[in-house]
C-alpha cells in the first residue's frame, strides 16, 4: 500500500511560481516512480510530468515543457514540482500518483493522492 499526500497548490498570478510536494508513505513506497497528472473543470485528466523511482529517467507532456520541472528526495521520500511561468491553462487540481510501469503510461499508475488545487490569475 503507497500513501501520496500532495501540498503547496494555492492561488498565483500568470507568469509565476509554485512548487508542489507529494509525500510518500508505506513499506514499498519509495520504489514506485511518480508522476504528477491535473484535471482541469471539464476536461479529462492528464499526465503532466513523472520521475523515475531509481535513475533519472523524466517525462514531461509537451505543454509545460521548459517550465516545468520534476524532481525528487529519496531521503524524504518525496517529490516536487516546480513549475514556474504559469499559465492560465495550467489551472487544475494537481494529483500525485504512483507506477511501477512505464512512466508515460497513464493507466500504469495505481496509487493517487487526493490533489491539490491550482488556481492562475490574470
Known amino acids: 500500500q503507497v500513501t501520496l499526500v500532495e501540498s503547496g497548490g494555492g492561488l498565483v498570478q500568470a507568469g509565476g511560481s509554485l512548487r508542489l510536494s507529494c509525500a510518500a508513505s508505506?513499506?514499498?513506497?519509495?520504489?514506485?516512480?511518480k508522476g504528477w497528472f491535473r484535471q482541469a473543470p471539464g476536461k479529462e485528466r492528464e499526465l503532466v510530468s513523472a520521475?523515475?523511482?531509481?535513475?533519472?529517467?523524466?517525462y514531461y507532456a509537451d505543454s509545460v515543457k521548459g517550465r516545468f520541472t520534476i524532481s525528487r528526495d529519496n531521503a524524504r521520500n518525496t517529490v516536487y514540482l516546480q513549475m514556474n511561468n504559469l499559465k492560465l491553462t495550467d489551472a487544475a487540481v494537481y494529483y500525485c500518483?504512483?507506477?511501477?510501469?512505464?512512466?508515460?503510461?497513464?493507466?500504469?499508475?495505481?496509487?493517487w493522492g487526493q490533489g491539490t488545487q491550482v488556481t492562475v490569475s490574470s
Open positions: 520521475i523515475n523511482w531509481s535513475n533519472d529517467n523524466t
Open positions: 500518483a504512483a507506477t511501477r510501469g512505464s512512466l508515460d503510461n497513464p493507466t500504469n499508475y495505481r496509487y
Open positions: 508505506g513499506r514499498t513506497s519509495s520504489t514506485y516512480s
